[in-house]
């Protein structure tokens, strides 16, 4: 069964204090792997899309990486407005499901 | 563009009652999703249209839930009949091309309470 596993569930981070966030995944096939931020009271906000192993992509403070078990979201110097729920979410090869994981709730403090 | 609208932004209704939440997608894009999210098992796709069909609808709990397209530019969510367990925040999104595996933009949501 395809499954997205994201950690830790919670990060609380000091403002400029670099981090990176875990998406664990299984699928069948991978189709393509995304981030997504989510703002309370908000839908999801699109970051990257990754399709292969090795593919590295940058966005701001935020660089997300990938390998053939899981990707990365890797957040430098992050600051107070960076605070948001971040999801990972996998579409696996011969349909569009997007299963995406339960996010990680990041807090950057002043 | 205005982004995906969603109407209602929030319900409110008794167990028993018809609910029906709609979505209009960005102008172009040919693909749209509807999802669920609560706390317990975060957000879950129930149907995915391309081209006003449904494609994938394994996602739908149960027959109680039914949605359409009638064109490119409406769809629709419905719930009959709605109990407790429905509430929860619906969101639609689209996309301009499934195959591609483009961005989905989502809209605001909208949040369901089942009394």
């Known amino acids: 069964e395809d499954q997205v596993t994201q950690s830790p569930e919670a990060l609380r981070l000091q403002e400029g204090e670099s981090s990176s966030l875990n998406c664990s995944y299984t699928?069948?096939?991978?189709?393509?792997l995304f981030w997504y931020r989510q703002d309370p009271g908000k839908g999801p906000e699109f970051l990257f899309t990754?399709?292969?192993a090795g593919e590295e992509k940058e966005k701001e403070r935020l660089k997300a990486t990938l390998t053939k078990k899981e990707s990365f979201l890797h957040i430098t110097a992050p600051k107070p407005e960076d605070s948001a729920t971040y999801l990972c979410a996998v579409q696996a090869t011969g349909g569009f499901k997007t299963i995406f994981g339960a996010g990680t709730r990041l807090f950057v403090k002043a | 563009d205005a982004g995906v609208i969603q109407s209602p932004r929030h319900e409110v209704t008794e167990m028993g009652q018809e609910v029906t939440l709609r979505c209009k997608p960005i102008?172009?894009?040919?693909?749209l999703f509807w999802y669920r999210q609560t706390m317990m098992r975060g957000l879950e796709l129930l149907i995915y249209f391309n081209n006003n069909v449904p494609i994938d609808d394994s996602g739908m709990p149960e027959d109680r839930f039914s949605a359409k397209m009638p064109n490119a530019s409406f769809s629709t969510l419905k719930i009959q009949p709605s109990e407790p367990r429905d509430s929860a925040v619906y969101f639609c999104?689209?996309?301009?091309?499934?195959?591609?595996?483009?961005?989905?933009?989502f809209g605001p949501g909208t949040r369901l309470t089942v009394l």
């Open positions: 699928v069948s096939g991978l189709r393509g």
């Open positions: 990754l399709y292969s």
């Open positions: 999104a689209s996309t301009r091309s499934a195959g591609d595996y483009n961005e989905q933009f």
């Open positions: 102008s172009g894009h040919n693909s």
